[in-house]
């Protein structure tokens, strides 16, 4: 009688406790900490609770975001340094953005994680910012990770951000696989991927279908792999842009491969700021499938919307670039747009077996280039008569 009644105990003790241990580690359920995920009743204090408890955990934890549920949360903060070793984040569910502006101020970011290392974020569930109540409103970054080493993205949908879905500051070691990122084509500033001050980052096998960039790479950022990426609508995969308002920026060691892009602004684009300082270098597009793009290839080493600075004789340097195995259509006439700086130029600039027509019967594609140095390596449609052969 007492060894069932133990048993009994025990059984008890584990449906209760939020915490439960096995190959997860220990495990923690929001539900557990007061989240209720009707879609309607603000979870936000819950979710905080409950990562609370995760952070401070020894050894692997998890934080289990149930299937079946929504649940709705205002902005939110999840910081580290935490105790526990590595941090996983199952979303089973949906966690959606509150529609009431009043609850948040502006510019500020919805989800944020902050020196959190080893943490993973999967579970096949879907983060939506209901961003259509935003986009004419003052909004930020959706889902940020600041400060952070071996984060890892996988199996989720992202959808309807506020601003920018996905941002990545300061953090090292990151991958993301397997996203299904998606927004309004007029939707503005929805940027699927913002990366900044970043370094060994790769993202893979990723549909983008946004308002702005799929990819945008910004300053103080190097050794970023982007390959398996399906992209548009949207802006392209960008580096940049960089060196606004006369800034130093850098980023070098880029490569997109075995990428598509549908129905985009732009492709595969390197844009700098007129007046800007630093340098874009070693830098790669290979494999890129373009289908009905406006600007397939394009380097603005001017770009300067505002007319400001307008006079300005510095320019951030741009080197060795290749496009190599680029093929498809473009809408525009203009298919190789290669615009650099009167003052600096782009130097090692190399196009390799480029193939690309104009989407529209009977017409030609041509290209425009100023200041640019380089060379092509094979025959190249449009022709590009400034590089050598």
Same mark, same amino acid.
């Given at each position: ?175 993301? +696989?397997?996203?299904?990122? !998606? #927004?309004? $084509?007029? *939707?503005?500033? /929805? ?5 900044? @001050? =970043? ?33 548009g609508p949207g802006h392209g ?71 400001? +600075?307008?006079?300005?004789? !510095? #320019?951030? $340097?741009? *080197?060795?670039? /290749? ?5 498809? @259509? =473009? ?29 529209i019967p009977g017409k030609q ?14 025959p190249c449609n449009p022709i ?6």
């Amino acid at each position: 009688m007492k060894a069932a009644i133990l048993t009994l105990f025990l059984i008890f003790m584990m449906i209760a406790s939020p915490c439960l241990c096995n190959d997860l580690g220990k495990v923690f359920n929001v539900i557990s900490y007061g989240a209720v995920g009707n879609g309607k009743t603000d979870d936000t204090r819950a979710f905080a609770k409950a990562w609370e408890a995760v952070c401070n955990a020894n050894g692997i934890t998890s934080l289990i975001i149930p299937k079946g549920k929504i649940f709705l949360l205002n902005p939110v903060q999840f910081k580290g340094p935490c105790r526990a070793t590595k941090v996983l984040v199952q979303v089973g569910g949906t966690i959606a953005a509150s529609a009431n502006l009043k609850t948040w101020t502006d510019n500020e970011k919805w989800i944020h994680f902050e020196t959190v290392d080893g943490l993973a974020i999967n579970g096949g569930g879907q983060i939506d910012g209901q961003g259509s109540v935003w986009w004419n409103a003052c909004s930020d970054k959706a889902l940020h990770f600041h400060n952070c080493s071996g984060l890892q993205l996988s199996n989720l949908r992202h959808l309807n951000s506020q601003k920018n879905h996905i941002s990545i500051s300061g953090c090292k070691g990151v991958k993301i +696989n397997n996203l299904r990122i !998606s #927004a309004p $084509e007029d *939707s503005p500033n /929805t940027d699927a991927i913002d990366i900044s @001050t =970043s370094s060994n980052i790769e993202v893979l096998n990723t549909v983008m279908e946004t308002g702005d960039d799929c990819i945008a790479i910004n300053g103080g950022s190097s050794n970023i792999t982007i390959s398996g990426v399906a992209c548009g609508p949207g802006h392209g995969i960008s580096i940049g842009s960089l060196g606004k308002n006369e800034a130093f920026d850098t980023v070098e060691e880029v490569h997109v491969r075995n990428c598509t892009f549908k129905g985009t602004q732009n492709a595969a684009r390197i844009k700098t700021w007129q007046g800007g300082k630093g340098y874009a270098r070693k830098i790669s597009y290979e494999n890129i499938q373009i289908i009905n793009s406006q600007n397939p290839i394009i380097i603005d080493q001017n770009y300067n919307p505002n007319s400001l +600075n307008a006079n300005a004789q !510095s #320019a951030v $340097e741009i *080197s060795n670039v /290749t496009f190599r195995n680029v093929y498809g @259509t =473009s809408v525009d006439e203009i298919a190789v747009d290669l615009v650099c700086s009167d003052h600096i130029g782009c130097t090692n600039i190399v196009l390799n077996n480029i193939d690309i027509k104009s989407a529209i019967p009977g017409k030609q594609t041509i290209s425009r280039c100023n200041n640019v140095h380089g060379s092509t390596l094979s025959p190249c449609n449009p022709i590009v008569p400034c590089l050598s052969h």
